[in-house]
């Protein structure tokens, strides 16, 4: 599995970005997809992951990010809304299937005014 996301960028406080990760190769053995962040100095951590009929939050993120995912596309998205400046990280995209981790090469996200 191949995965490509896109859609980092610089932004201000309050505003909002929407990353993309579209994944290719044996797609029938994913069985999630998410994202996962890791800002300078501090370790990766969950951001969203999404299956089949459920999604999942970290806590710092809820109410302000929102995952979906495209089957037919094999794209997974997050959009993010009231950016805060800790929100600032490099966020990769994770796919997950038959024991295995596969991650994007990650897109960089700044929140700053």
């Known amino acids: 599995v191949q995965l490509q996301a896109s859609g980092g960028g610089l932004v201000q406080p309050g505003g909002s970005l929407r990353l993309s990760c579209g994944a290719s190769g044996i797609i029938r053995s994913i069985e999630s997809m998410g994202w996962y962040r890791q800002a300078p100095g501090k370790q990766r951590e969950l951001v969203a992951t999404i299956r089949t009929g459920r999604s999942n939050y970290a806590d710092s993120v809820k109410g302000r990010f929102t995952i979906s995912r495209d089957n037919a596309m094999n794209t997974v998205y997050l959009q993010m809304n009231s950016l805060k400046p800790e929100d600032t990280a490099v966020y990769y995209c994770?796919?997950?299937?038959?024991?295995?981790?596969?991650w994007g090469q990650g897109t960089l996200v700044t929140v700053s005014s």
């Open positions: 994770n796919a997950y299937g038959r024991f295995t981790d596969y």
